[in-house]
């Protein structure tokens, strides 16, 4: 499915059937853990095909609302260290893999496991259990459709998160369909987050597009959901023959983390 539609429509599913993942998914996803991995040794990734070691050690300690969501499988990932760059990846390769996933027509929801104590992750996850910081739960959805747009939580409109020059600056309709963006605009604000909180802000300066992140008391979260927009943002320019890649800047501007610059 084209990245645009993908986004529009993807949604997070918190109840799964007591169904297995078929052979041929599981298989698939290791493979596709596997190509990640080989293009980055910035994360890790574990793999738990059958869930219930995880969600019964996850019981009242993470999940939606304190109720962990109880998935037939999960993958953790490994974060390498604590840098502001280490969170970025998290968000970026951990919705990378989880777009693949939603791809095989899986249901899927992220679950934060940051304040989750490290003796419980090193039970769950081993030695590097400390580093893992977010799992994937998985598997096949129960009633709803994966794609159904009324049961998708509501986001900023694109005034609000695209910008020119600065970031309060508005950029009309016209400028951006000029340069090509007003579908990627239009679809990014859909990007998942923690808590929906939609940290990202874009600004347009000629051929320079800018990611600004808004700070908050939990910056580290949020830079997990911008690594996860940098991914939606590239795989969108490639759809229009812009294969470049986020350059990092990582400015700290006071009510704003400068994050990085795409060169259109
Ligand atoms: C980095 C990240 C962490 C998240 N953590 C949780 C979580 O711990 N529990 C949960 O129920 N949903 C979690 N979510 C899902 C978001 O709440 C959800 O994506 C957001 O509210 C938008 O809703 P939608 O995905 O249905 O469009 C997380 C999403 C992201 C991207």
């Not at 300690?61 to 260290?81: N, R």
């Not at 998160?161 to 007003?182: P, R, T, Y």
């Not at 579908?183 to 990611?211: D, G």
């Amino acid at each position: 499915m084209v990245m645009t539609n993908f986004l529009q429509k993807r949604k997070s599913v918190r109840d799964f059937k007591n169904k297995s993942v078929s052979r041929f998914n599981i298989e698939t996803i290791k493979s596709f853990i596997d190509e990640i991995s080989e293009e980055t040794n910035n994360v890790g990734f574990k793999f738990y095909e059958n869930g219930s070691i995880i969600s019964k050690g996850l019981q009242g300690k993470a999940g939606y609302h304190g109720v962990m969501i109880e998935a037939p499988s999960y993958v953790a990932l490994i974060q390498k260290d604590n840098s502001e760059e280490s969170y970025i990846n998290t968000g970026y390769y951990l919705e990378k893999l989880n777009t693949q996933i939603v791809n095989l027509d899986l249901d899927s929801c992220w679950i934060t496991l940051d304040e989750v104590d490290d003796e419980t992750k090193k039970q769950l996850f081993g030695e590097e259990g400390p580093k893992v910081n977010y799992v994937i739960g998985f598997g096949h959805g129960v009633g709803k459709k994966l794609f159904t747009p009324e049961t998708t939580s509501g986001r900023y409109s694109r005034d609000e998160i695209v910008f020119k020059n600065e970031i309060g600056e508005n950029i009309s309709e016209e400028e951006l369909e000029n340069l090509g963006l007003i579908e990627i605009f239009s679809s990014i604000r859909y990007a998942p987050s923690h808590m929906n909180t939609q940290p990202w802000r874009f600004v347009v300066k000629e051929h320079e597009i800018y990611l600004f992140m808004i700070k908050s008391d939990n910056n580290s979260r949020s830079l997990v959901d911008i690594g996860v927009s940098m991914f939606y943002f590239e795989e969108m320019a490639k759809t229009i023959g812009r294969y470049g890649k986020w350059d990092i800047i990582l400015k700290d501007n006071s009510e704003y983390l400068e994050i990085a610059k795409f060169t259109m």
